[in-house]
Structure formats: C-alpha cells, structure tokens
C-alpha cells in the first residue's frame, strides 16, 4: 500500500514537473489523478505542497491552481490534508512571486472563502480560520513590504544579515494572531522609526539579498516609493473623491438631510480608517461599500459607469446578448450578499456594520423589499437616489430597470467546467417566468406580449381543434403512418401552430383555389413515390395541421391516380373538359376512395372545395 | 399459435391486458402529497403493470427539461423518472410505484448551464457566420450515465428556449419514434411545449392517420436491426454506414432549413461509445466527423474524458476546435436489468402499432401474404455461412452459396425462425445490392405473427392498411421476438 501510494505520488509529481504554464488540460488531468487516487490523498498533497514550495516563481501559480482545482472539484479528503499546511504553502509561495502572480494569488484566496460554485454545500472551500490566517498575514506583508521600501529608501544600501539566498522554510510572522506553531525566527528585529509599534519585524527574506531569484520577483521591493499600500492607499484616495463630491452636493443643497447625513458618514468612516485599526474583512467591506457609492457618484461628472449595467436590452428575446465576461466570474448574488451582511468580527473602536447601515437611509431593521434578483448595486442606487445624490430624471428609473434586467439577463455560460459550475437563477427564469403566460394543457409557454397573446390563442385554437377532431374520430380507425424517405425528410417543413396564419408562413401555396386541395400522401410507399402524370414532377409532403397527418397540397385523386391539382385544372381547361365531369369522375375514382376510405373525409371536401372553385 | 386471421380493424383483439389490474392497484395506494424544495428532485420508477399518476398541484416542474402543466394528471408506466423543479412545488401521487424517493443533490445546474452555453453558441450575431460555430453536440457515455435524459433535457430546454435543433438516436437499443434496433433523427419543437413525458421512451409519436394530442414528429428512421454495435464486421459496417447515411440527411436538413439551422443537433450515442472498450473510440471518431461534432459530453467516465481530450485535442484537419466537456452523472440514474429494458422495448414495439396513449389508439391490419411477395434480407454471418444447412428452410441456398462470400445481405425465405419478430420495410426496390440496402431508410415496420411453411404464407401485422408496400424488407437479429403482441 505506501509503496503504491508513493508510485502515485511519484506519477503526480512527474506531472506536474511538466506544468510550466496554466494550462487547462494538464490541470484538470492533475485534478483527475488527484481525484482517482484519494486513498493517496496524503501523498498526493505532500508532494503537490513540496512542489509549490521547491518549483521555480513563476510556475508556482499554475501548481497553485492544481491546488486550487483540487480542492473545489475533489474535497475531502484533500481539504483536510492541504488546509493543514495551506498558510505556510500560500505565504512561502506569495512572498516569492511577482506582484502579477500575487494578484492571482488573492483572487485564488478570495474563491477559498467562498463555497464551491454549484455546490449545495455552502461551507467555504476552506474553513474561515485558515483563509483568515493567511489574510492577515497579506495584511501585515504589505505593511511591512511598504515600511520595507520606505527604510530602504532612507539608507539606501544598508547592508542586511547575510544567510544564504534560498526560499524560507518557514513563515516569519511572529506576531500573528493565531499560534504559530513554528515559534520566532531568531533575526534582528531592525528598529522601526514609525508611528507604527514594532510589532511587524521585517523578513528576512524580503531583502535584496535573494540573488537568485529573476528579477521580476523582486519588482515590488525595487523601486522605493512613498505610495501607500495598494488597497488602503486606494480606498482612502477613492473616499476623498466621494466626500468632495458629497461636499459639493450638500453645498449646493443646504436644505437636504439626507445628503448631510451622508456626507457625516462619510466622513466618520474615514476616520476609521485614519486609525488603521479595521480588520481585513472589514477593510474589504468598507472597499466595497466605497466602490460602489464611488460608481454611482462619481460618474455623474464623467460617463456614468453604474447605469451600463442596466444597458437597456432594446429587444428582449429569449436570448441575451452574450457578452463574454471575464473568467472567474463571481454570482453577483453572492457578491453581493457577502458585501452586505456585516461580518462577525472582533469589535472594532466603532460598529463598522452600523457605520455601513447608515448608508442606506431606509431602517436597517426594516425588511428590504422584496426583489426577485438581487442585483449589486440596485441598494445604492436606491439609497443614493433617495439621499438625493444622483438626479432623479437622470439615472434609469428602478421600476424600469428591474424588468430588463429579468427579461434579458446576460447569458455568460461558457463551455468551461468553471463556467457551468456557477449557478444562475436569472437564466432559469428565462425557462419559466421570462414567458408567463402558460397554456394549460400543455405547459407550453408565450411572452406576455402582443405577439405572444395572438400565438398563445392560435396555440389554444390548435388544442380546440385538435380535441374536437379527436372526439369526431373517436369511432373511425387511427393507424399509425409510413415513415417518410430521407429525400422527403430533409425536404419536409414542420409548421409550427402558433407562427403565423394558415396559407402563409411555411407552406408555399399562396393562391386559393387549386394548391389548396390536398390528398393525404398515400400508405402505399409504390404510390408515394408517383409523379404527377402532367408534369412528371412529385408532390412535395407537408404535415396537415388540421388532419393531422401528411399530405401533398395542390394535389388531387383523378381515375385512381394522382394529379397535381394546378396541372390538372390547366389541362382540363385547355382540353375544354368541364370541371363538372371531372369532378364526378373523381368522386368514381373507388380506388381512391377506398384507398382512404379509413381515414378522414377531409380529402373528399378538399374535393368538393376544388369543384365549387372550378364551377 | 394462435391465428388471428383475416384483418379485423378496430377490434383491437390484442389491446394489451393492463385496464383491469391497473384500476385495483390505483384504488389501493390513497394518494399522497409530495412537497419538494426547490432545486430537488422526485424520483420514481413506476412498473409495467400498475401506472403512476401524478399531478402539480403548485410551483412549477419539469421531467428532463419538459415542464410540466399545472392540475393535469400524467400517467407513467414502465418508466424511471425524475420530476426536477426550480423553484419548488408540490405533487400529488396515485398508485404504487417501485421505487420512490426525493433527492437534493443533482446535477441540473451544470445540465441547464449547459444548454445555457449551447444557447451562447446558437444565438449571439457573433456566430452567424454561416452557422459553422453552431453546437452540434455528441453526448456519450456508459450504460445507464443518463445520456438519454441528458439529450431530451437539451432538447426540452431548446424547445422552450424557441429553438428547433435536430435530435439524432445513434443508440440501437432503444428507440426514439420507432422500435429498438433503429436508428433515428427528427426535429424537436413543434406545437407543444416539449417532449412527450407519458410516451414510452418519453420523446412523443410518430405521425398517425388521424389527430393526436400528444407530440407528433416526423422522424427519419434506419434500420440497424442488431444488438451490439462493434466497428469491425458486418456489423460493424452496416453501423458506419448508417452513421454516415444518417450524418448526411441531417446534415442536409440542417442546412436547407433555416429554423433548424440555428439550433444544431444532439446526438445521443449507445453506451458502448462510452465503454472505454475495444473499437469504442474509433467509433466515437466516425461520429464525430460525420456530424462534424464540436462538443462533447462525457457522462459519468473519467476515463472516457481524459482519452477524448487526447484524441481530440491535437485534431489538425477540423477547423472547429472539439470542446469536451466531462459531466457528472446523476444521482438517480439506475442499472437498468435486462428484464426491464426487455420489457421496455416491448413497450415500445407495442406502442408502435398500437399506440399508447387512451386518445390515440390504433389498429394495425393482419395481412396473409405469399412467400413470393416477400423479398427480405438478412444481414450474412460469416460464421453461421457453412451452416446454412442446418436452418429449417433457411437461406436461400442458392444465393447464399454464391454471394455469401463477399456480400453484406443475403436473401431469405421465410421461415419459422422469424415467428414474432420484426422486419423493416425499405425504401428501396425489392431487388437491390449491397449498397443500397445498407443505406436505405425505413418505410415502416411489420411484425411476422405467423408463418405457415407448407402452405407458403405469412401473416404479418402490419400498422397501415392497404397493400403492404412492395420493398425490400430487412430481418434483423434483433430486437427479440416479442410473444404476446398479437393474441
């Protein structure tokens, strides 16, 4: 058993030495391994954690997505085996990468906490603890990568300590919130000057002295700025436009409440972030909130970002433009429920969540109504527009917007595992509620609009027809028909009952009086196969719909065979034979009559239609 | 044997037995009310004997993708079902079924993402060059995957998404609009709102004489008229011929039509595709390029997957990339016993005659036929060759000495050993090669329910009346006799 176990974990490891690039097929044929083989789970995780560890920067992402793919598409056991070491494997790997990769690495991390698409499961990939660990850490990284840079920056070449170039074995963050089980790393703890307390030493291993590495992975450490940290740095920048926007509103109209009370939270909710003493989450929170306001105030002086997504569909067909989408494209129900419900969190010096309910004016405890598809940004726009911070001719009307965003939402499926995982209730509602107004025999269903309307009573006339014929010929004698030769088959036109009019749509018989007679097409596949005598062409089949069955319009029984009906009226008037004796002669035509004598009478009112028309 | 004799139309002499029994049984199981939550299923099998009524009461719900209408009573019998709602509803049941429970977990949401994808690839003005990029979809996959269920879950969401896509049945052992043993396509989406969910088989019917209230599609049907598919053989050939005879008329419908045009095609294939065994992937390989299919569904086998992947990942002479996809087969599928699925295509013999549905019963006619008349051929086994002589009045001697050698079909006279098994009717003349017989498509089918070899006669049931046509008629191997359809 541990011999084979490590055959598979030699055979996983080969594979994925050959993983250079992310490439699907060589990730889902690791995935499938994994997957084959979890009685090796543990070997399995070893060697892909090993490998992560040991391979060079800029292959880690892709085996971190063979992680990734394991994970959310096998489970347990491989859950357990690698969430043990995950932080230790995520932030060795991180601290090495370029900033390109790290970003991949945060989207990654951010999926993990998430549950699996698809699944009914809602527990995330992998349990708070762990993602959370790691989220602090990247916290006080970028902390310290920018302390890092700015002291760099202030003695230039200051020389570091001298240990060997290599990957470290062990996470260095001494000060995080959970136990590590490592215990410190005895280096110098270099003397920090800021108004920060000392509690973020400096790796090590961050230092320039990593030689070995290309030079790409070290891009973050090169270039000493005095930006601040990307996230905060940016958050803050965007809160400062929206409070000078919501300064001007409130200048301009002293009068409203609604934008006052906005702008004072605003600007407490900067002040919480001046203290820097905000959790990760919160910060993601609070980024999200700002992100949102920002898209719907800012845009009022530029082109207004926040209404595209309600582009107005001018045709809601039953198919929505696709419009291809970024991959990994997040349900925006989950996004945005996990943007709105407050996370439970250590308390910080005021109630975030409170902080953020302020935003929307209506009582927090009040429920919100109640929205068939909880669209991101609708609250805010609601709660904006009711602040009176965006003018009320000018962004889409809500009542307006809903609809559209039903009838037509976007349709993103891709043929891609990913892809087809994520679940999408909008685009089920194209099956049903899209088309609500639903016959009842059939369940069939029609758009509430004018032209469904007319197709849903043709629709309703065809079951009235169809039930009436059915009980008319209760007594008669129903057979099953012939199949028709694949030449017919190919050439043959279903109607459909609802498109359009009968005599026009599909069926090519547009004059009234000949082409209208039709002749069921015969049983005997010797006749159906016959040519019309005339003109020595054949009959073209179309389904009936009024007798159900197959026929061939413009057609017509004379003296036991069969004519095109145009042919034979040309003939007979060429010939001066009267209509008259033609039609007697057809109605002596036994054979014919015989022929269809078990079927309806319709062919011999088709008959008698040909005869008054003649006459 | 009984002998019906001369066409008694109407009587209905052999309607089959079930009205009697299916009363009590309904009567003594009370009806029961099911409550599902949304995004579950209801999974059943109901038996031959004893049908199984249900009815919406509430929500909405659907039975591979055909949505059920409100406050109608469906019948089922002999079928293994799921009834899948959204959005959540309630049911109500009558009578006893086999087997019956309610599941959360299923595969629906990829199934509908998928046809959400293929709707990406149908639609869209970015595709509408010259409809190359249309989805022409092959699901494979083992026995018992839920290839089936997949293809009519495509079918019904493309029917009430306003789509007409062609559905193609490669897989012999069941038929769709026709009898085991044949091979068949049609086009979905006419009329009604879906497939036929109380049908056996559950796509609809094929045309009648008279009106129906269920679906009715034109199918177009081949006859393959043996039990296993293999790539090799006889066998083996007839197969790829018809695949490719097949190919070809879809093909050309798809591009004359242009409502079908749009939508593609769904092709669902017999499990031995999807076996992973022997020629399975050769075969696979002629599907693909006959259709010129452009994605794959794999159901329920890695194995399968990974090996198409490689197959087809290197492909240098199609233009359309392959997409293959590898789906999750269902919780509910069951191993179908041979005793069932024997049953089932007795099912749908019978239903082939004399129709199934209480609306639409129909009478097919006794007819009394000379050995002359009749001109059928059988597929020549090399094997059994030399042991012609052992067959009671077996094959025709004199051709199958001659032509036996190198030639696909041999004649036959008609002999007790076709008692109560099917022959397909072609369209094609009474006297046609090789090459024609493989190719030609299905007239219809009669059933031998008796052969008298001294006085040189047959008596065949056959489903229209009126002469029986004078074509060539193919005596396969199987599907099995079927005993108790006539008297």
């Known amino acids: ?615 | 044997m009984a002998f019906p004799g001369l066409s008694l139309p109407g009587l209905n002499i052999t309607q089959s037995p079930p009205p009697t029994n299916l009363t009590t049984t309904a009567a003594s199981a009370p009806p029961r009310t099911i409550s599902l939550a949304a995004t579950s299923e209801f999974r059943f099998e109901a038996s031959h004997n004893s049908p199984l009524t249900i009815t919406l009461t509430s929500g909405t719900a659907e039975i591979f993708g055909t949505e059920l209408a409100p406050s109608r009573r469906y019948t089922f019998r002999g079928s293994k079902c799921a009834i899948f709602t959204w959005e959540g509803c309630t049911l109500t049941v009558e009578g006893t079924s086999e087997s019956e429970y309610t599941a959360e977990e299923t595969p629906m949401n990829v199934y509908a993402n998928v046809h959400f994808a293929l709707e990406r690839l149908r639609g869209g003005v970015e595709n509408a060059r010259d409809g190359e990029t249309r989805p022409r979809v092959l699901v494979v996959g083992p026995d018992d995957a839920g290839k089936t269920s997949l293809v009519k879950m495509l079918a019904g969401y493309a029917i009430r998404s306003g789509r007409r896509p062609v559905v193609v049945n490669l897989d012999q052992k069941q038929g769709m609009l026709s009898v085991p043993g044949s091979l068949s396509a049609m086009v979905v989406g006419t009329g009604l709102g879906g497939l036929d969910v109380e049908e056996v088989g559950g796509w609809g019917n094929s045309p009648i004489s008279g009106p129906s209230a269920g679906v009715v599609m034109m199918p177009v049907v081949y006859h393959y008229g043996c039990e296993g598919v293999e790539s090799e053989g006889p066998r083996g050939e007839v197969w790829r011929g018809l695949v490719t005879r097949l190919a070809l008329a879809v093909m050309s419908r798809v591009e004359n039509d242009e409502e079908v045009k749009g939508a593609g095609c769904i092709i669902d294939t017999p499990g031995f595709l999807g076996s992973s065994k022997g020629t399975s992937y050769e075969m696979i390989q002629h599907v693909v390029s006959e259709f010129s299919v452009n994605v794959i569904l794999t159901l329920g086998s890695e194995r399968l997957y990974n090996h198409l992947t490689k197959r087809f990942s290197s492909l240098g002479p199609y233009d359309d990339p392959i997409t293959i996809l590898k789906l999750s087969k269902s919780g509910g599928c069951v191993d179908r016993d041979a005793a069932y699925l024997q049953s089932l295509r007795h099912d749908q013999i019978r239903s082939y005659f004399f129709g199934t549905s209480p609306s639409a019963t129909l009478s097919p006619y006794t007819q009394l036929l000379d050995f002359s008349f009749l001109s059928i051929y059988t597929l020549a086994d090399p094997t059994a060759a030399t042991n012609t002589a052992f067959l009671p009045g077996g094959v025709d001697a004199e051709t199958a000495g001659t032509e036996s050698d190198g030639a696909l079909f041999v004649k036959v006279t008609p002999s007790l050993r076709m008692l109560n098994s099917l022959l397909a009717i072609l369209h094609c003349p009474k006297e046609a090669d090789d090459e024609t017989l493989r190719q030609a498509s299905v007239v219809g089918y009669v059933y031998v329910s008796d052969v008298d070899e001294a006085k040189s006669r047959v008596s065949l049931l056959v489903p229209v009346t009126g002469r029986v046509p004078e074509r060539a008629m193919i005596w396969g191997e199987w599907p099995e006799g079927v005993a108790d359809l006539v008297g």
């Open chain 1, 1 to 615: 058993m541990a011999s084979h176990s490590a055959e598979v974990a030699a055979d996983f490891r080969d594979a994925l030495q050959d993983l250079k690039i992310n490439s699907r097929p060589e990730i889902s044929n690791l995935t499938v391994i994994a997957k084959e083989n979890t009685e090796h789970a543990q070997a399995i995780s070893r060697e892909l954690e090993n490998h992560i560890r040991l391979t060079r920067p800029e292959w880690k992402l892709p085996a971190l997505y063979v992680l990734d793919s394991i994970v959310k598409n096998v489970g347990t056991p491989y859950t357990v085996y690698l969430g043990r070491n995950l932080f230790r494997t995520f932030m060795e790997a991180y601290t090495l990468v370029d900033p390109g990769t790290r970003k991949a690495m945060e989207g990654l991390l951010k999926t993990w906490k998430l549950p699996v698409p698809e699944s009914l499961d809602t527990r995330p990939v992998f349990s708070a603890e762990v993602t959370r660990e790691i989220e602090n850490a990247l916290i006080k990284f970028r902390t310290v990568t920018i302390q890092h840079q700015q002291q760099q920056a202030r003695n230039q070449r200051q020389p570091y300590g001298q240990l060997p170039a290599r990957p470290p074995q062990q996470p260095q963050y001494r000060e995080s919130p959970t136990p590590n089980p490592q215990g410190p790393y005895g280096y110098p703890i270099p003397p920090q000057k800021t108004t920060e307390p000392p509690r973020s030493p400096v790796p090590r291993y961050l230092s320039p002295a990593h030689q070995g590495i290309p030079s790409a992975s070290r891009q973050p450490y090169l270039p000493p700025s005095t930006a601040p940290p990307p996230d905060i740095g940016r958050i803050k920048d965007t809160l400062k436009q929206i409070i000078l926007s919501a300064t001007m509103e409130v200048s301009q109209r002293p009068a409203d409440e609604r934008a006052r009370s906005l702008l004072t939270t605003l600007l407490s909710l900067q002040k919480v972030l001046e203290s820097g003493s905000l959790a990760p989450d919160q910060i993601r929170q609070v980024e999200g909130e700002i992100q949102r306001i920002s898209g719907a105030l800012l845009p009022r002086t530029s082109t207004p970002s926040v209404p595209t997504h309600f582009a107005p569909a001018p045709a809601p067909t039953q198919s929505a433009p696709p419009v291809a989408l970024p991959f990994p494209f997040p349900p925006p129900a989950a996004a945005s429920s996990q943007r709105a419900t407050p996370q439970p969190s250590q308390p910080p010096t005021m109630d975030l969540s409170q902080l953020l309910r302020q935003f929307n004016p209506t009582p927090a405890s009040a429920p919100s109504q109640a929205r068939p598809p909880p669209q991101p940004a609708n609250d805010l726009l609601a709660s904006l527009r009711a602040a009176g911070l965006l003018g009320g001719g000018r962004a889409t009307p809500e009542p307006s917007a809903q609809p559209q965003l039903q009838t037509a939402p976007l349709n993103d499926v891709k043929l891609d595992p990913v892809s087809l995982k994520i679940s999408r209730p909008n685009l089920i509602r194209l099956l049903y509620s899209a088309r609500p107004d639903q016959c009842r025999e059939c369940a069939r269903r029609f758009p509430a609009t004018e032209e469904g309307k007319k197709r849903k009573t043709r629709h309703l006339d065809w079951h009235f027809k169809t039930n009436m014929r059915i009980a008319d010929t209760s007594k008669s004698v129903i057979s099953r028909s012939w199949y028709i030769d694949e030449r017919e088959w190919i050439d043959y036109r279903e109607s459909d009952d609802t498109s359009s009019d009968k005599g026009s749509g599909s069926s090519k018989a547009k004059k009234p009086d000949p082409k209208d007679q039709y002749v069921p097409v015969p049983t005997d596949a010797s006749l159906a196969n016959a040519h019309c005598p005339i003109c020595q062409e054949k009959f073209d089949a179309q389904w009936h719909e009024e007798t159900q069955q197959p026929v061939w319009f413009d057609a017509m029984h004379i003296g036991g065979r069969i004519y095109h009906a145009s042919c034979y009226a040309e003939l007979s008037k060429a010939s001066g034979m009267g209509a008259g004796g033609a039609g007697g002669r057809a109605g002596g035509s036994n054979i014919a009559a015989s022929n269809t004598a078990r079927s309806t009478p319709d062919p011999i009112l088709g008959k008698r239609k040909w005869h008054a028309g003649a006459e």
